[in-house]
């Protein structure tokens, strides 16, 4: 029998991915979007699969301020893992965002 507890390897980084996102998410934390968001892209290269490099790479675009590109970029983590509450919290954060955005 398969072990319940194993995730599915489609959700699952490479360890370049996973360095990347964490380093994107240092980035962020200091401030510093560009770096951030040329890690996430990176990360979202390497690993297309996986949730987290495109929850990475939509927050590293809401916080350049490119709502609707955070958007698609939360969905399509969505669509890898539906069941993420971060993905879903954070396609409402950037649908919200976009819509206080001038035309």
Known sequence: ????????????????????????????????????LRDAEAAVASAPDWPKAHFRHGTALLRKG???????????G???DPSNKELIAACKQS?????ADPE
Do not use: M
Request: charged share 20%.
């Open 95 to 99: 649908l919200k965002a976009g819509s």
């Open 66 to 76: 490119e709502n609707t590109r955070a958007y698609a970029a939360f969905k399509r």
């Open 1 to 36: 029998l398969p072990d319940a507890d194993v995730t599915p390897p489609k959700l699952q980084p490479t360890r370049i991915a996973a360095l990347l996102a964490n380093r994107c998410q240092v980035h962020l934390a200091l401030g510093d979007i560009l770096s951030a």
């Open 78 to 80: 969505w669509h890898l």
